[in-house]
């Protein structure tokens, strides 16, 4: 797992070539509305977007051999 694009590629690179093993790669988004108040509105989004993917990660965290 990486947040940086070219390491993907690197490492998918790398596992093809020397291991013969093809990755699927995975992309998430997640939005919430943001109410009209102004800063307050979106300080409330982002804080209950970062409690939901908080939750959501281990989910989605698999350990494959």
């Keep these: 797992m ?10 998918t690179t790398k596992d093809r070539v ?4 093809n990755h ?9 509305p943001v109410r009209a108040d102004g800063p307050a509105g979106q300080e409330e989004s982002v804080r209950a977007l970062r ?3 908080a939750a959501l990660y281990p989910a989605l965290i698999v350990n494959n051999p």
């Design 18 to 21: 020397l291991h013969s093993r």
């Design 2 to 11: 990486t947040p940086h694009h070219w390491e993907r590629i690197l490492w």
């Design 51 to 53: 409690s939901f993917i």
């Design 24 to 32: 699927r790669w995975a992309y998430v988004l997640v939005f919430a």
